[in-house]
């Protein structure tokens, strides 16, 4: 029996990294496989430690590169066993066609994805242009905001991944260094309800059934393979109900409650802004500097990228007086219209039939710092824009004219 | 790592052999003649009189291809295909997984197990090189058959590392200026030892005694085993699909395919071939090597006879320096 | 929200330190963040941290701009790095120097501001035998936080974090080093 | 033959080990092996190389052929040592069907 270690609700200064190590080590999974790559090194040095002083039962498979961390991932799953791993950036890349392959198996793998900056130029520093890259392989897409809330997400991810409705893989986003390396205040949940909560893995179709042997990753042709890819739809449509309730199972035991998006003071709001992970955070501060000054100002985070909440962000938007949107996008579309999240809040606005004045903001890319002062200046565009003003379509924040 | 005491377990005679039901069924959808699914078989008829069952991880290739369109499957064990240059760290989560489920006393302990990784050459030898490298040195616990056909088969006779020098594929097709593949193969054994694992060995179906001992080493050795078969591919070769065995036999006699092991670094010819014969009776089979007996080519065949013989004396060199060390 | 700015060289321990603040603070209940500005650099070379803490809940994920105290471990780097940027004039500069602060604001031609300066190079050579500015330097700081956070708490999350991998006589040749710079600073 | 995607199980896991079988790869067949029993020494080396596993053997003696899977490779004819296998154009027995 592995030692508990965390008996009661305890406050920790804990980085990104830290956190989502410590509720790898709660989840007990049984195999992580797992490369290191910047800036998800620590973590994975935190839960080899973890192994390396039997804190977790967890079979460690140290392996040589990010295409046999999946593989393994998926080898794994499909013989029952709860499988997760961890990659940032170029490493998801290099995943990218296991990915399809995790999803397209319906194996409910967990990663945490430390988001990176893709080459070239190399940069090690965070943006989510690994996450956007990779949005439609199938997988179920969760964002951080900071490093609790990462803690959070991945023991959620793991009910969200292995109920019975979706059995899809998650992955679970944090921005790289500010989130993944800067320490933060951290509520960490015992063990044992960490435990009960996640609860007992209940394999589909086992491997390792030898009495009942199963035929995974079969050629599926012309003739079948359309049908397993609607299956694939119905699974994330399901999943957007699981990921529903299992905020609120997480509230009941925790009593903090996750839902599909945040808003932040939106039902006065004249501007909205909508963001993605830790630039939410400092959005929110932003928010009530200006709201002081009478600005009334209010944040939609996403959590849930997939399946992506339309109606809850249309919702949002209808209950306050919205006039105009800033849309905020830590990653490019080249030859696109403008960001990938800009495109997502378009097209919620065209299933409401419901169209209000939006820009997009390009910000962060490679870890370029988005500070208060450039909140400010996107509030400022998003008011003229609110005002009849031509504003660009995309906008970029921070960037050296 | 356990050494492998084998000697006293010994396998039935082929007959007694036949009294296990086919794990490999009939129906799959590989040539006529290909030499993968005997392979497969004759692994099959060491698992079966053992008692052991086998869990697959198969690469992308003809077997896999060919053995699971939906929605039927050959197989009657558990079986994973997850991509082409991944069976290697497919299968070692695979094993992964067994141990951690064990030890969680998940799983029936009256089972005896063995994991297995399939590839053809191209998933072995070159695209799925560095995950096969990272599962063995990682030292879990399986067997990597690569059933080497010389080529990308399933696609269409793509050269491959595998495939050998002067031989006509079409991505490197003989021509006004090209004679086929100019490079050598790779010889892939002796990559696989130099990761200082229990076992490896190269066999071939025709020898199925000898493969099958092989392959019952490499089940009951704990740790990573490579065994390297020599699987005829009727179409790629432009061999005669009823010649496969012969076509096979003869590249062992001719010792363009050498059958050996590598014991716990011990290097070991298996087989000898009391006089063995000339290289052009293996080539002259097989239609990937006509351009070669048109008059004038006579060096080009020296060249390659000079190679098996280079091959040969350097793996009796190893066995002679294996007694040594 | 009080925010704070580390000055140092790769190597010198300010992240460490930077990293002790933000701890220690929580385990007192308040919040806190200890944010390294990360590049490729090596040892040596000038590196920023910082520190954010507060009573309530910090939703900052960015740079520290407009520091409230600036903390500068390494003397060498008052020429080589403009250590005042973004502060005003009732920011606190925090400095390792054997000068006075005096001296330091004749020197650099500072205007307003509260300078503290503690010789923590001759601290950290006397008590740790080794060029170590980091703890001193946390030591003065909490000083010049006026009771923000606890010496104590840092004392405790020092022998929490380097507990098991520094030997007894290091670890309390560090604390002595905290005290020390604690006591020793010294403003206008 | 193939369910709509509702009722197939998820994930295009096969449930049904061995299900090939219901696939009749006989129907590739140009050449026939014919099985002359008398000939038949029961060494096996026909049943030890079919790629396709349809030499069929009950209790340890060879007793014919899976016509429904194979596939006429011939290896067996070519490989047996007492000629108790010949290959015959498979026309020859269509027509009789």
Redesign the interface.
Known sequence: MRPEVIKEVTYVPYSGNMAAAEAMRQINPDVVAAYPITPQTELMQFFADFVANGLVDTEYIPVESEHSAMSACVGAAAAGARAMTATAGPGLAYMWEVLGIASGMRLPVVMTVVNRALSAPINIHGDQSDMMGARDQGWIMLFSENAEEQYDNLIQAIKIAEDERTRLPVMVGMDGFVVSHAIDRVRLLPDRAVEEFVGENKPMYSLLDVDNPVTHGAVAMTDSYMEFKRQQREAMLHAYKVIREVGEAFADVFGKKYEHIETYKTDDADYILIIIGSTAGTAKAVIDKVREKGVKVGLIKIRTFRPFPYYDVMDAIAASNCKAIGVFDRAETFGGAAGPLFGEVATAMFLRNKHYPMIDFIYGLGGRDTNVNHIEEAIDKVMKLAAGEEIPLVNYLNLRE | MAEVKTAEIKLPPLKKLTNYPEKLAPGHRLCAGCGASIIIRQMYMVANALGYELIWANATGCVEVCTSIYPYTSWKSPWIHSAFENAAATIAGVEAAYKALKRKGKLPTDKKVKFVALGGDGGTYDIGFQSLSGALERGHDFIYVCYDNEAYMNTGIQRSSATPKYANTTTQPVGSESLGKPQHKKWMPEVAAAHGIPYVAQAAPSHWKDFMEKFKKALLTEGPSFINVFSVCPRGWRSKEEEGILVTKLAVETNYWPLFEVENGKWRITYRPKNPKPIEEFLKLQGRFKHLFKPGMESKIKELQDEVNRRWEWLNKLEQLSREV | MIEIRWHARGGQGAVTASKILASAAIREGKYAQSNPDYGAERSGAPLRAYNRVSENPIPHHCMVLNPNIVVVVDPTLLKAVPFLEGTDEDAILVINTDKTPQEIREKYGIKGRKIYTVDATKIAMEELKRPLMNIPMLGALIKVLGGLVDIKSVEEDIKKAFGKKLPENVLEANIRALYRAYEEVQSE | ?????KD??????????????????GE??AWRPVFEESKCV???IC????????IL?KE?KMVGI?Y????????C???CPTGALE?KPEYLFREED
């Open positions: 033959m193939i369910k709509g995607w197939l199980p998820i994930g295009a896991v096969i449930l049904e080990p061995g299900s090939s079988e219901k696939y009749h790869t590739w067949r029961n060494c096996m049943w030890v190389f079919c790629p396709d596993s349809c053997v340890e899976d429904d899977h194979c596939k006429g490779c011939g290896i004819a070519h490989e290959m």
